[in-house]
């Protein structure tokens, strides 16, 4: 059975910055891995889908990168703004079917 | 471009009632997705339809939970009866084509549902 990690749940970080969330799984079977943001009482919106053949992906101020054999990704965040702030969260597709499993989630919050 | 429709926006209810969603895909999209949201967890699909067609229920607990795509575009999603770990947000999703696995997924803001 397909597990998702992410890691940390949680994370404070001042304007500014650059930051990384992590994102773990078992199953290296995978066919794409996306990112999602999700901020509080609405639905999720898609950042980035990264084929199973790709190692990145990249929107403006967003990259992530896949390594399926080690079962990870992350996603990196330039200069981070306080309209970053939202919950952030992958999920995977497993190779046979549809069904995306997704992780927990990284509560993010950029500060002024 | 409208996006994914869902109602009501909450929902409180006790115990052994009933409950209905409702979901409006984004037109034409032929794939849509119920998945369920615990306060803390990722979404857990419950079901997808792939046009007026189950695809995948595996996770639906069927004793108690039914969906239905009339026509290949809106969706109800029921529970008969709720119980309280019913108690989550209620996320409906649609994709374009029939080959979702690798296919974007646009959601609707969810139906959050209070199980008393």
């Known amino acids: 059975k397909q597990e998702v990690t992410q890691i940390p749940a949680a994370l404070s970080v001042p304007e500014g910055e650059n930051l990384v969330l992590n994102c773990s799984f078992t199953?290296?079977?995978?066919?794409?891995l996306q990112w999602f943001r999700q901020d509080p009482g609405k639905g999720l919106t898609s950042l980035l889908l990264?084929?199973?053949?790709?190692r990145e992906q990249t929107s403006g101020r967003l990259n992530a990168s896949l390594d399926k054999s080690s079962g990870r990704s992350t996603l990196y965040i330039a200069a981070s703004q306080p309209g970053d702030s939202a919950t952030y969260l992958c999920?995977?597709?497993?190779?046979?079917?549809?069904?995306?499993?997704f992780g927990t989630g990284t509560r993010l919050q950029v500060t002024l | 471009e409208a996006g994914v429709a869902q109602s009501p926006r909450y929902k409180i209810i006790e115990k052994r009632q009933s409950v209905a969603f409702w979901c409006n895909p984004i037109?034409?999209?032929?794939?849509l997705y119920w998945y369920q949201q615990i306060l803390g967890q990722g979404p857990k699909l419950l079901i997808q339809?792939?046009?007026?067609?189950?695809?995948?229920d595996s996770q639906l607990p069927k004793d108690r939970f039914s969906a239905e795509r009339l026509k290949g575009v809106d969706s109800t999603l029921k529970i008969q009866p709720a119980k309280l770990e019913d108690s989550a947000v209620y996320l409906c999703?649609?994709?374009?084509?029939?080959?979702?696995?690798?296919?974007?997924?646009?959601f609707g803001s969810g139906t959050q549902l209070s199980v008393l």
């Open positions: 999703a649609s994709s374009e084509g029939t080959q979702g696995t690798n296919e974007k997924l646009f």
């Open positions: 199953d290296s079977a995978i066919y794409n």
């Open positions: 990264i084929q199973s053949s790709q």
């Open positions: 999920a995977v597709t497993p190779g046979t079917a549809s069904k995306l499993t």
């Open positions: 037109s034409g999209h032929a794939t």
């Open positions: 339809f792939q046009n007026n067609g189950v695809v995948d």
